[in-house]
T-cell receptor, first 113, second 115 residues
Framework: LAKTTQPISMDSYEGQEVNITCSHN???????ITWYQQFPSQGPRFIIQ???TKVTNEVASLFIPADRKSSTLSLPRVSLSDTAVYYC??????????????FGGGTRLMVKP | KAGVTQTPRYLIKTRGQQVTLSCSPI?????VSWYQQTPGQGLQFLFE???????NKGNFPGRFSGRQFSNSRSEMNVSTLELGDSALYLC??????????????FGPGTRLTVL
């Protein structure tokens, strides 16, 4: 399983754009990149997933360079409610990979007023 | 559509006891996975059930077990509780259980405290 490395914590202010970068140097060809958000005492929540280039949804954007050895989660105009832990996960997309998510340490984002 | 529900939400037990936690997945979801979250080890995969069969298992001792019923509801059991079993136990459900294809929906968790 590809190992991921993220910053332990980040601070931001309301209204700013936040970019969280995840390193996954040994990502495999079949691996996808998925990001989850977790608030205290709650289960993680799916944010976005991608394989290459750029993916955007109503919540965030995910930028993946051509070599796929890293990815950047971009949160536009954050608010206090975006304060949470953000996890970058890398794993096999194929049916025979089973249903095991491997979580790293995550990035604790603190949004200040 | 109702989300994943877990019962109980909080539980206090003493060392040596056993405990059973319950998870009701989203209607129509057939895969249920269990995770343990502690401050020291983070989120760790316990096991996954699909169509009443354990399909994947994490690196936990045999004291941790589970099962899934025909309606996809799942239970996990921890026997001979140890202090280190104190954790937030999370259940996640998905349609067919393909990790990075099939979005997993997590429940609020059961906070287990072992005294």
């Amino acid at each position: 399983l590809a190992k991921t490395t993220q910053p332990i914590s980040m601070d931001s202010y309301e209204g700013q754009e936040v970019n969280i970068t995840c390193s996954h140097n040994n990502i495999a060809t079949n691996d996808y990149i998925t990001w989850y958000q977790q608030f205290p005492s709650q289960g993680p929540r799916f944010i976005i997933q991608g394989y290459k280039t750029k993916v955007t949804n109503e919540v965030a954007s995910l930028f993946i360079p051509a070599d796929r050895k890293s990815s950047t989660l971009s949160l536009p105009r954050v608010s206090l409610s975006d304060t949470a832990v953000y996890y970058c996960l890398v794993g096999d997309h194929s049916n025979n990979a089973g249903n095991m998510l491997t979580f790293g340490g995550g990035t604790r984002l603190m949004v200040k007023p | 559509k109702a989300g994943v529900t877990q019962t109980p939400r909080y539980l206090i037990k003493t060392r040596g006891q056993q405990v059973t936690l319950s998870c009701s997945p989203i209607s129509g979801h057939r895969s249920v996975s269990w995770y343990q979250q502690t401050p020291g080890q983070g989120l760790q995969f316990l096991f996954e059930y699909f169509s009443e069969t354990q399909r994947n298992k994490g690196n936990f001792p045999g004291r941790f077990s589970g099962r899934q019923f025909s309606n996809s509801r799942s239970e996990m059991n921890v026997s001979t509780l140890e202090l280190g079993d104190s954790a937030l136990y999370l259940c996640a459900s998905s349609l067919v259980g393909v990790a990075h294809t099939d979005t997993q929906y997590f429940g609020p968790g059961t906070r287990l405290t072992v005294l």
